[in-house]
């Protein structure tokens, strides 16, 4: 019995210890805080200045897509808090090199059709805005109309794309 | 307690050196994206030898890797038709290795027997087709999504075949229903046809528009 009973404080002292050391690495990793996707001001290729873009749309863009495909995160608070930071983090880096609507006016207008067919597709088929991400963000929710909203104005603009290529091109 | 001392030692240690790994790949990354020249020139720096050989490159005349390295306007059409014929067999696979193929006959074309107009057409069309290409490589499995770019890089192939010429007889067919019936087209090397956009469920749907010499 007396065994046992050490055998067991042994044991308890172990994972004291272990939680222990578990806590001071959760303390130290907040330290570690990646830079953050904020550039305040919205640059000249911006969605906003290189298309016609009303309000509403640009809202919704903004609520559903921005925070991964922009130059600036709206970050929520848990963002500071490590590991989730680095999580979002990773999320902002590979959706920025696939889609950035901050610079897209500095790609060919080729490209831009082609990004915008791409975005056109992703809220066609529900793939994005991430499920994770919508999980923990309402606003990125699109209902049915939201979602028809968006493609016709992206229909909108490719057309109006197309039409300066081929007028650029007549001259 | 000595033992949880070393514990969070080595955990720190851990987390610090991957935090830096992660950032050392980003800068990589960037320096990627910001110009080719740039990567390549980082490269052979780190590579200390390869200097030599890159000023010896643009100095002397023809390189000996360009004679085989350099890929034609027949090479990028035939690795976009195999591509086609790929997705028209519902092959995605195969699909994926011809659009990887793409990719490499776009970046190992030669640019310098092009005409200026003609050069400029191909330069346009090189970042987007590639990375159309890039994408349909990159998603063996996901065939739908390789029909949604092969779909993006087919408008890319029409205008560099009008302006470049591909040195064969293509056809470019169009299928109405595809992109929720807005339609698409592709380019093909028989008259019959063979929807990639369907495969098999509609082998035989769509049209010839256009012959192109």
């Not at chain 1, 001071?24 to 305040?40: C, D, H, K, T, Y």
């Not at chain 1, 529900?126 to 979602?147: C, D, I, V």
């Not at chain 2, 776009?106 to 990375?131: I, M, N, P």
């Not at chain 2, 992109?179 to 098999?200: D, F, M, Q, V």
Request: hydrophobic share 35%.
């Amino acid at each position: 019995m007396v065994r046992s009973k050490k055998k067991l404080s042994k044991l308890m002292n172990r994972v004291r210890q272990l939680l222990f050391a578990l806590l001071v690495v959760f303390i130290v990793i907040q330290f570690m805080q990646p830079a953050r996707n904020e550039s305040g001001q919205a640059v000249q290729p911006d969605i906003s200045n290189t298309y016609n873009i009303p309000d509403t749309i640009y809202a919704l863009f903004k609520n559903a897509c921005f925070d991964c495909h922009s130059n600036n995160t709206n970050y929520p608070w848990y963002s500071k808090i490590q590991p989730m930071g680095w999580f979002i983090e990773r999320d902002i880096e590979n959706g920025k090199a696939k889609l950035n609507f901050s610079e897209l006016g500095s790609l060919s207008t080729r490209r831009q059709m082609s990004k915008l067919q791409e975005v056109e597709n992703r809220i066609n088929d529900g793939t994005m805005p991430l499920p994770s991400y919508k999980l923990m963000h309402h606003n990125a929710r699109l209902t049915k109309e939201e979602r028809k909203l968006l493609v016709g104005w992206i229909e909108e603009t490719k057309d109006s794309i197309m039409l300066k290529r081929t007028i650029k091109q007549i001259q | 307690m000595k033992r949880f001392v070393v514990l969070l030692a080595v955990t720190v240690i851990c987390l610090y050196t991957s935090n830096e790994v992660s950032l050392a790949q980003h800068k990589h990354h960037e320096t990627k994206s910001t110009s080719k020249n740039d990567s390549s020139r980082a490269q052979s720096d780190k590579k200390g030898s390869a200097i030599d050989k890159t000023s010896a490159d643009s100095t002397s005349a023809p390189r000996v890797t360009d004679a085989k390295a350099a890929a034609s306007i027949k090479d990028i059409v035939g690795r976009y038709l195999d591509l086609k014929n790929a997705l028209a067999n519902d092959k995605t696979k195969e699909a994926a290795i011809a659009g990887t193929a793409l990719e490499g006959a776009f970046k190992q074309f030669d640019k310098k027997d092009l005409t200026a107009s003609q050069k400029k057409v191909y330069e346009d069309v090189e970042d987007d087709a590639g990375e159309h290409a890039e994408h349909i490589g990159a998603n063996a499995g996901n065939i739908e999504h390789q029909r949604e770019h092969f779909d993006m890089l087919s408008k890319d192939m029409y205008d560099l075949v009008t302006a470049l010429g591909s040195g064969q007889l293509l056809y470019k067919d169009y299928c109405p229903m595809y992109n929720n019936k807005k339609g698409a087209i592709w380019l093909s090397e028989k008259k019959e046809i063979t929807n990639p956009y369907y495969g098999k469920k509609m082998l035989t749907c769509g049209s010839v528009k256009e012959e192109i010499k």
